[in-house]
């Protein structure tokens, strides 16, 4: 019988997005307790190793956030398989990095590189609403945060602009038709589009159809999108920068002729 927490994870177990060859070992890093859940996140040692290869081996890493060089959300993280997740701004002053993780068309976790105003504030979907023991409105977001005093606008499903520095609010996305959103979760992970309209199934799970930029829907379950623009009624199409492909997912034969027209160019 297993007593106590796991501590060890299999390359073979791991994500699919976190994109390890299975040849390369039998483990692989498992991420500490933090703030997103073990199979919605990246550690900091598959960050700074494998994608942006400033380390070699997992003792390079740990030297690096041993050394403070690593910001996560403003604040240093020392742990090497601290959990980065969906939206997190991922910081290294000392080589001039500025990344927020993102997922791109395929479901993948991306390092989408960001001017210095975008690493003031992210993005966080608000999962949970209430009152404390005295009765102090606070709400619960998807990244763990607890925001007493919160804008009393601010529901589930809506997504709101959290200034890093001091953890407020500025801003409230509100879920609804005609803003744009970010697939999270499922098999349209990575997608965008304007929310069209949201089916409601008593009993069962809500259904919200999106359209993406090429014209084409998809649907998804409500708890799986992330609002993160008001659209172009508002004249900026989304809050954040989103990384090449802008969310558009395309099929096989349009990849295919994609790649192409790239080398035909070439």
């Not at 619960?140 to 601010?154: K, L, Q, S």
């Not at 509100?174 to 697939?183: D, I, L, N, W, Y």
Request: charged fraction near 30%; include cysteine.
């Amino acid at each position: 019988m297993a007593r106590g927490p796991k501590k060890h994870l299999k390359r073979l177990n791991v994500p699919k997005h976190w994109m390890l060859s299975k040849l390369e070992g039998i483990w692989a890093p498992r991420p500490s307790q933090g703030p997103h859940k073990l199979r919605e996140s990246l550690p900091l040692i598959l960050i700074l190793r494998n994608r942006l290869k400033y380390a070699l081996t997992g003792k390079e890493t740990k030297m690096i956030c041993m050394e403070k060089h690593v910001k996560v959300d403003g604040k240093v993280r020392t742990d090497a398989n601290f959990p980065a997740g969906f939206c997190d701004v991922v910081e290294i002053p000392k080589a001039g990095d500025q990344f927020r993780l993102l997922y791109d068309s395929k479901g993948r976790f991306v390092l989408h590189r960001i001017p210095v105003e975008e690493t003031k504030f992210k993005l966080c979907r608000v999962k949970k609403q209430g009152l404390t023991n005295k009765k102090v409105p606070i709400v619960v977001t998807h990244d763990g945060r607890t925001i007493r005093y919160a804008d009393p606008d601010a529901k589930v499903h809506d997504t709101v602009k959290v200034d890093i520095a001091t953890g407020k609010i500025m801003n409230v996305l509100k879920f609804e038709p005609g803003k744009v959103a970010m697939v999270t979760k499922g098999r349209s992970t990575g997608c965008v589009g304007v929310v069209v309209h949201v089916e409601h199934h008593p009993g069962a799970f809500d259904i919200v159809v999106c359209r993406d930029a090429a014209g084409k829907s998809f649907s998804t379950r409500k708890e799986n999108v992330f609002i993160i623009g008001n659209g172009a009624a508002s004249g900026t199409e989304t809050e954040i920068s989103l990384p090449k492909g802008k969310g558009v997912k395309l099929s096989i034969l349009e990849e295919r002729e994609h790649i192409a027209r790239k080398l035909n160019k070439a």
